[in-house]
């Protein structure tokens, strides 16, 4: 996050804040965007032409389009804490809803597979909240979906990285998942056009987050949501196991995807908002060994990964995900000296 810019980049950053908004365009719009820069780029013209009308008719035999109807654009985001009985039994008037959130369309065949990892520790609030978005708008986008929640136990820092790696090894012992979403528990989409399926290239989803005044915090930015193919997240060894407390892991996956000859995709304008749910890092330290791994992505990418894990899981399903519980230590993602 912005914490991790050294004090003349904060001061350079609020300098450019100052100044006028198209300017601040062109210094925050990253490479990879995936429409021509056009400053007068409207979204009604967007709407009016690339999504599709209402009466549009579907088969079940067909691919379920990108855009659809259904997306709406803005989503109503309701942040109160709810339990997650609450959760249960508002997707219980859903049969269509399997158990560990397994759902599909039966109107047309899903475009996208889409596995959604959730790297999770102490964050029982959040999880109900995210579901309370996430699950009706993924329907709207009409992909087959089912949630991971990958929870660390024991008593070692936070290793976001190595729970993703841990969540597509037990995720592909379910399903011929075709793309995978890296998604924190504390952050909410604000708009249903921001499509969870996967592309030519890895994607990130969360450009504009509140609480960094929906600006990228720098152009190699690829945290908070993240999607890349099965086929991509393979290629590029996965992420690192290295990682561990909070920070860098996410610098690392940007890093591996260049690295593959991959440039990330964004959504466009105001499409990638997201709201995070408040919260500090609540005993989570930070991880000051990142910049000398991160020096080092290119030496480690092909040693530190999915090829180098080990690990134990405890599995237990819930209504609308699968649990998969890990005691993680160093050990268990050893690397051969580089």
């Known amino acids: 996050g912005l914490l991790r810019l050294p004090r003349r980049s904060l001061l350079a950053a609020l300098f450019f804040f100052s100044l006028s908004s198209s300017l601040l365009y062109f210094v ?16 009604t013209f967007l709407q ?10 579907y088969f079940a035999n067909h691919t379920c389009p990108e855009r659809l109807p259904s997306m709406k654009g803005p989503i109503d985001i309701n ?30 065949m899903p475009r996208w597979k889409v596995a959604i990892l959730i790297p999770f520790r102490n964050r029982h609030e959040h999880l109900p ?3 309370r978005h996430l699950i009706p708008m993924l329907q709207r986008q009409r992909l087959q979906f089912a949630f991971y929640v990958v929870e660390q136990v024991g008593t070692q820092p936070f290793n976001r990285a190595m729970l993703f790696n841990v969540g597509f090894q037990e995720a592909m012992k379910d399903l011929d998942w075709d793309c995978l979403i890296f998604h924190d528990v504390d952050h909410i989409p604000e708009s249903d056009r921001n499509y969870y399926g996967c592309g030519q290239m890895p994607r990130h989803f969360a450009t504009k987050l509140d609480k960094y005044m929906y600006l990228l915090p720098y152009t190699e930015f690829f945290g908070g ?16 196991n290295a990682f561990w407390g909070w920070g860098g892991e996410d610098d690392d996956l940007w890093n591996r995807v260049q690295n ?5 995709s964004r959504p466009e304008g ?12 609540r005993g989570e330290v930070q991880f000051l060994g990142r910049y000398a791994l991160l020096r080092k992505s290119k030496e480690r990418q092909g040693l530190d990964g999915l090829n180098n894990l080990n690990y134990f899981a405890n599995i237990t399903y819930d209504a609308l995900y699968k649990n998969i519980t890990v005691n993680l230590t160093p050990e268990l993602a ?4 580089y």
């Not at 105001?270 to 890092?281: A, E, R, V, W």
Request: aromatic share 12%; net charge negative.
């Open 260 to 264: 593959a000859g991959y440039s990330v």
């Open 334 to 337: 050893q690397v051969n000296e």
């Open 129 to 131: 909240v995210l579901f």
């Open 225 to 240: 949501v993240s999607g890349l193919t099965v086929e991509q997240f393979r290629k590029i060894n996965g992420f690192p």
């Open 48 to 57: 009016t032409t690339t999504f599709l009308p209402e009466d549009f008719t």
């Open 79 to 108: 942040m109160s804490e709810i339990g997650m009985d609450y959760i249960h039994e508002l997707f219980s008037k859903d049969p269509t809803i399997k158990l560990g959130g397994h759902w599909k369309p039966s109107d047309c």
């Open 270 to 281: 105001d499409t990638g908002k997201y709201k995070s749910i408040p919260h500090h890092h």
């Open 28 to 43: 925050y719009v990253a490479p990879g965007i995936d429409y021509p820069l056009d400053l007068n780029h409207s979204e």
